[in-house]
Nanobody, 117 residues
Framework: QAQLVESGGGLVQAGGSLRLSCAAS????????MGWYRQAPGKQREFVAS???????DYADSVKGRFIISRDNAKNTVYLQMDSLKPEDTAVYYC???????????WGQGTQVTVSS
Protein backbone atom coordinates (compact mmCIF):
# COMPACT_ATOMS: atom_id res chain seq x y z
CA GLN A 1 0.00 0.00 0.00
CA ALA A 2 1.09 3.54 -0.74
CA GLN A 3 0.07 6.59 1.23
CA LEU A 4 -0.06 10.05 -0.34
CA VAL A 5 -0.15 13.29 1.63
CA GLU A 6 -0.80 16.61 -0.12
CA SER A 7 0.03 20.07 1.15
CA GLY A 8 0.21 23.63 -0.12
CA GLY A 9 -3.39 24.48 -0.87
CA GLY A 10 -5.01 27.71 0.22
CA LEU A 11 -6.72 30.93 -0.80
CA VAL A 12 -5.17 33.15 -3.44
CA GLN A 13 -6.31 36.04 -5.62
CA ALA A 14 -6.70 35.63 -9.35
CA GLY A 15 -3.35 35.97 -11.07
CA GLY A 16 -1.53 34.61 -8.05
CA SER A 17 0.48 31.42 -7.54
CA LEU A 18 0.47 28.35 -5.35
CA ARG A 19 2.71 25.31 -5.12
CA LEU A 20 1.24 21.96 -4.16
CA SER A 21 3.31 19.09 -2.83
CA CYS A 22 2.51 15.40 -2.48
CA ALA A 23 4.72 13.00 -0.57
CA ALA A 24 4.36 9.26 -1.14
CA SER A 25 5.27 6.65 1.44
CA UNK A 26 4.73 2.96 2.07
CA UNK A 27 5.17 0.28 -0.57
CA UNK A 28 6.11 2.29 -3.64
CA UNK A 29 7.20 0.57 -6.80
CA UNK A 30 9.97 2.66 -8.30
CA UNK A 31 8.53 2.79 -11.81
CA UNK A 32 5.38 4.78 -11.23
CA UNK A 33 3.54 7.75 -12.64
CA MET A 34 2.40 10.50 -10.32
CA GLY A 35 -0.10 13.18 -11.07
CA TRP A 36 -2.73 15.65 -10.01
CA TYR A 37 -6.48 15.67 -10.48
CA ARG A 38 -9.04 18.19 -9.29
CA GLN A 39 -12.72 18.26 -8.46
CA ALA A 40 -14.78 21.42 -8.35
CA PRO A 41 -18.15 21.54 -6.54
CA GLY A 42 -20.82 19.77 -8.55
CA LYS A 43 -18.35 18.54 -11.16
CA GLN A 44 -16.55 15.30 -11.86
CA ARG A 45 -12.94 14.80 -10.94
CA GLU A 46 -10.70 15.80 -13.86
CA PHE A 47 -7.12 15.23 -14.89
CA VAL A 48 -4.70 18.13 -14.39
CA ALA A 49 -1.17 16.85 -14.98
CA SER A 50 1.04 13.78 -14.71
CA UNK A 51 4.73 12.91 -14.73
CA UNK A 52 6.48 9.59 -15.24
CA UNK A 53 9.51 8.33 -13.34
CA UNK A 54 11.63 9.49 -16.28
CA UNK A 55 10.14 12.96 -16.27
CA UNK A 56 7.74 12.80 -19.19
CA UNK A 57 4.85 15.16 -18.53
CA ASP A 58 1.28 15.56 -19.68
CA TYR A 59 -1.14 18.42 -19.01
CA ALA A 60 -4.80 19.20 -19.40
CA ASP A 61 -5.36 21.86 -22.04
CA SER A 62 -6.90 24.16 -19.44
CA VAL A 63 -3.64 24.42 -17.47
CA LYS A 64 -1.00 24.27 -20.20
CA GLY A 65 1.37 27.22 -19.97
CA ARG A 66 0.27 28.03 -16.40
CA PHE A 67 0.98 24.89 -14.35
CA ILE A 68 4.21 22.91 -14.12
CA ILE A 69 4.48 19.42 -12.65
CA SER A 70 7.79 18.12 -11.32
CA ARG A 71 9.03 15.37 -9.05
CA ASP A 72 11.89 14.50 -6.74
CA ASN A 73 12.38 10.76 -7.04
CA ALA A 74 14.73 10.61 -4.07
CA LYS A 75 11.98 12.05 -1.88
CA ASN A 76 9.06 10.28 -3.62
CA THR A 77 7.45 13.69 -3.92
CA VAL A 78 5.58 15.36 -6.75
CA TYR A 79 4.95 19.09 -7.04
CA LEU A 80 2.50 21.25 -8.94
CA GLN A 81 3.51 24.86 -9.49
CA MET A 82 0.38 26.82 -10.36
CA ASP A 83 0.79 30.31 -11.79
CA SER A 84 -1.67 32.81 -13.27
CA LEU A 85 -4.44 31.19 -11.28
CA LYS A 86 -8.04 31.77 -12.31
CA PRO A 87 -11.27 31.48 -10.33
CA GLU A 88 -12.14 28.43 -12.43
CA ASP A 89 -9.09 26.67 -10.97
CA THR A 90 -10.91 26.55 -7.64
CA ALA A 91 -11.24 22.89 -6.62
CA VAL A 92 -10.02 20.19 -4.32
CA TYR A 93 -6.73 18.95 -5.78
CA TYR A 94 -5.89 15.27 -5.40
CA CYS A 95 -2.52 13.62 -5.77
CA UNK A 96 -2.45 10.32 -7.64
CA UNK A 97 0.09 7.51 -8.03
CA UNK A 98 -0.14 4.65 -10.52
CA UNK A 99 2.23 1.75 -10.01
CA UNK A 100 4.08 0.71 -13.12
CA UNK A 101 3.87 -3.02 -12.36
CA UNK A 102 0.35 -3.70 -11.06
CA UNK A 103 -1.30 -0.50 -12.35
CA UNK A 104 -2.75 -0.07 -8.85
CA UNK A 105 -3.96 3.48 -8.25
CA UNK A 106 -3.58 5.40 -5.02
CA TRP A 107 -5.07 8.76 -4.02
CA GLY A 108 -4.29 11.41 -1.48
CA GLN A 109 -6.90 13.00 0.75
CA GLY A 110 -7.04 16.22 -1.27
CA THR A 111 -6.13 19.83 -0.63
CA GLN A 112 -8.41 22.81 -1.24
CA VAL A 113 -7.38 25.53 -3.67
CA THR A 114 -9.58 28.62 -3.79
CA VAL A 115 -8.96 31.44 -6.26
CA SER A 116 -10.87 34.65 -5.61
CA SER A 117 -11.74 37.10 -8.37
Amino acid sequence: QAQLVESGGGLVQAGGSLRLSCAASGTIFRLNTMGWYRQAPGKQREFVASITIRGSTDYADSVKGRFIISRDNAKNTVYLQMDSLKPEDTAVYYCNLVRGDTRSVYWGQGTQVTVSS
